[in-house]
C-alpha cells in the first residue's frame, strides 16, 4: 500500500476501532464474570451461594458455584462480594413518553418494558434497542389505546363502530405493534370487533374495561392482561365477599391476567376502597389467576408496586415473580428471559441483600445487565440523573 493510500485509510481504520471497543464486555466476544453472587433464579425461591455467572453474547454461558465455574482469562470480572443475583425487572404497565423514561427504568433495575400507550417512535426505539444501538430495556409496545366516542384522552384513537375497530386493529398490526390496547368508552360491538380481529392478527388485547362491556364479558371474551383494579370491579355488583367470590370465580375460568397497579391505585383512592382491592387481588392470586406487576406512574418504580403486592398478601418470591418469570410467561417469551438460567438472554440484577427478606433492596440496584451490558451502580445513578 502506498504512503497515500496509507494516509486515506488510516480514518477507516480508526473509526473501525473505535467501533471494535465500544461493544460492552458480554455483549460481544469478551466475556463478562458475576463472580461469589448468591442467585435467586426466579425458578422457585431457592437462593444458590456462592455463584459465578459467565455472559457472552448478550447470553448466560455458564452458572454454578465459584470453584466449579473457569472464569475465562479475557473476561470482565465483576466481584459480587456477597450480593444477590436475580433476573432483572420486567415492568408490565409503562407509558414510555420520551427518551428519559428508557434511562430512569434501567436506573430502576428494569430490563424490559411493556409501554401502554405507542406511536411509531417507540417502534423505531424497540428495533435500536434490539440491535444495541439504543440503550435501554427491551421495548414491548402498544400503539394508540383504541377508544369509544367521547373519549379525548391524548394518544387515543377513537373507534366509534366495528368497521372502525377492525380496520384500527389491521392497522396496528401491520404497523408492526406488539399488541392492542383498549380503552375507556368501546361499545359492545367494538370491543368484540377488536378481540375478534386481534385474535385473526395473533396479536393480544390488554388494557381497560369499558363500562358497556364489564369485566365478566371481558374475561369471558379471554382479553389478555386487564388494566387498573379498579378496572377489576367494573359492572360487577354485590357486596363485598360476593364480590369477590364471583370474581375469583369468573377469572379461574378465564386465560385473563390482572395487572392491578395498586401503588399507583393507593395515591388517589379513599383507603377502604384501597384495602378491598388489595383484598381481592390477593383473593385471585391465591385462586391461581396471573398477576403482573406495573407501576403505571413516572413516579412510581416497578420495585415499588412489587411490595404493594407483597402488602397485599403475596408472598415476597411470588411478588418478585410477577415482574419476572410470570411477566415472561405471559409474553410468551419464558425462553428469552424472567429467570436465570443457561442460553438465556443475560438480564440480571445485582442488589446488596437478599429480597426474599426485604424487597426495599430492589429500590437501590447495585448492578444491572440489560442483555448482557453491564451498568455499575454509578453509571446507573448517572443515567437517573440525565
Aim: glycine share 10%; charged share 20%; proline share 6%.
Amino acid at each position: 500500500m502506498t504512503p497515500r493510500k496509507l494516509r486515506a485509510s488510516l480514518p477507516l481504520l480508526v473509526v473501525a476501532v473505535a467501533c471494535a471497543r465500544a461493544v460492552p464486555p458480554g455483549v460481544g466476544e469478551q466475556p463478562l464474570a458475576l463472580v461469589g453472587v448468591h442467585v435467586l433464579a426466579m425458578e422457585g425461591d431457592r437462593i444458590l451461594p456462592d455463584q459465578t455467572v459467565v455472559v457472552r453474547d448478550g447470553r448466560i454461558e455458564a452458572l454454578g458455584p465459584r470453584g466449579a465455574v473457569d472464569v475465562p482469562w479475557n473476561a470482565t470480572r465483576v466481584e459480587g462480594q456477597g450480593r444477590y443475583l436475580l433476573p432483572g425487572l420486567v415492568d408490565m404497565h409503562v407509558h414510555v413518553t420520551g427518551e428519559r423514561t428508557l434511562r430512569e427504568q434501567l436506573a430502576r433495575g428494569v430490563t424490559t418494558v411493556r409501554n401502554m400507550r405507542g406511536d411509531p417512535r417507540h417502534l423505531a426505539w424497540r428495533r435500536e434497542i434490539a440491535e444495541h444501538e439504543r440503550l435501554g430495556p427491551r421495548l414491548i409496545t402498544a400503539g394508540p389505546p383504541l377508544a369509544g366516542e367521547g373519549e379525548t384522552a391524548p394518544g387515543v384513537q377513537v373507534v366509534p363502530s366495528a368497521a372502525a375497530a377492525r380496520a384500527a386493529v389491521d392497522d396496528q398490526a401491520a404497523a408492526g405493534f406488539d399488541f392492542v390496547k383498549v380503552y375507556e368508552g368501546l361499545s359492545s360491538d367494538a370491543y368484540g370487533a377488536i378481540i375478534e380481529e386481534a385474535a385473526a392478527q395473533g396479536l393480544p388485547v390488554a388494557g381497560h374495561v369499558s363500562a358497556a362491556v364489564g369485566i365478566y364479558a371481558a374475561l369471558a371474551a379471554g382479553q389478555a392482561s386487564i388494566e387498573h383494579a379498579e378496572e377489576l370491579t367494573q359492572g360487577a355488583a354485590g357486596g363485598e365477599s360476593e364480590m369477590i367470590r364471583s370474581l375469583v370465580e369468573h377469572a379461574r375460568r378465564s386465560p385473563s391476567w390482572i395487572c392491578p397497579t395498586l401503588t399507583l391505585h393507593a395515591l388517589f383512592s379513599p383507603a377502604e376502597d384501597h384495602a378491598f382491592r388489595m383484598r381481592l387481588v390477593a383473593a385471585l392470586e391465591r385462586a391461581g389467576v396471573g398477576v403482573l406487576a406495573g407501576s403505571d406512574g413516572a413516579s412510581i418504580s416497578v420495585a415499588q408496586e412489587v411490595r404493594s403486592l407483597a402488602q397485599a398478601g403475596l408472598s415476597p418470591y411470588r411478588a418478585l415473580l410477577a415482574a419476572t418469570g410470570d411477566a415472561a410467561r405471559f409474553l410468551g417469551r419464558s425462553d428469552e428471559f424472567g429467570t436465570i438460567a443457561v442460553g438465556l438472554e443475560a438480564d440480571l440484577l445485582l442488589v446488596d441483600a437478599n429480597p426474599l427478606e426485604d424487597l426495599r433492596t430492589l429500590e437501590a440496584p447495585a448492578g444491572l445487565a440489560v442483555r448482557g451490558e453491564w451498568l455499575d451502580a454509578g453509571r446507573l445513578r448517572r443515567l437517573a440523573r440525565r
